[in-house]
């Protein structure tokens, strides 16, 4: 069974850094990339970052890059996102999420960021 | 302000069938394949179509999906309470290098 399990969520202050991880098992990990997407609260869902089963190919949505870094570690089976230099916006749920070809076709439960003072 | 549009929210009968749109351009609908997601109330974001028609494992023949130029459509049919949801269109954006989402549809099931 395919299981994704996001940890490293809480509160934080404007200005602050906080590193989200996620747990995989069920699937060989490293052949897989995965991504990051986001969900304020009431919006929409916004993608964040992706990286690639190596490694080698990593993405970012433009409004974020230079804040935040994708990483893996494939020996680990776990993803993670290391978000620095905090806002108020980036106040969401954060998931990650299995890519097979552009598909997100496993979502982890979600991990919440609140940047508040 | 979302890439790909979609309504904010439409509604239908129990039994009935409705259909969410999902408008995008050239860049991202038009020249890839397009995802729709399912998000429970207080749930993550599930699969449900992939490459703009093909359901996902264990997802019933109730729901379809259809892409033409640069706009997609959900439908579903025999509509059910369980069916009250927020959907969600997603591609591929080939001039922004990265993944993009509609603002989410909150289906409401009378």
């Known amino acids: 069974e395919v299981q994704l399990v996001e940890s490293g969520g809480g509160l934080v202050k404007p200005g602050g850094s906080l590193r989200l991880s996620c747990a995989v098992s069920g699937f060989s990990f490293s052949t897989y990339g995965m991504n990051w997407v986001r969900q304020a609260p009431g919006k929409g869902l916004e993608w964040v970052s992706s990286?690639?089963?190596?490694?080698?190919?990593?993405y970012y949505a433009d409004s974020l890059k230079g804040r935040f870094i994708i990483s893996r570690d494939n020996a680990k089976n776990s993803l993670y996102l290391q978000m620095n230099s905090l806002r108020a916006e980036d106040t969401a749920v954060y998931y990650c999420a299995r890519d097979t070809v552009r598909v997100l076709d496993y979502w982890g439960q979600g991990s919440l960021v609140t940047v508040s003072s | 302000q979302s890439v790909l549009t979609q309504p904010p929210s439409v509604s239908a009968a129990p039994g009935q069938k409705v259909t969410i749109s999902c408008s995008g351009n050239?860049?991202?609908?038009?020249?890839?394949?397009v995802s729709w997601y399912q998000q429970l109330p207080g749930t993550a974001p599930k699969l449900l179509i992939y490459d703009n028609n093909k359901r996902a494992s264990g997802i019933p023949d109730r729901f379809s999906g259809s892409k033409s130029g640069t706009s997609a459509t959900l439908g579903i049919t025999g509509l059910q309470t369980g069916d009250e949801a927020d959907y969600h269109c997603g591609t591929w954006d080939s001039s922004l290098s990265a993944v993009v989402f509609g603002g989410g549809t909150k289906l409401i099931v009378l």
């Open positions: 050239s860049s991202n609908i038009g020249n890839n394949f």
């Open positions: 990286i690639s089963g190596s490694g080698i190919y990593i």
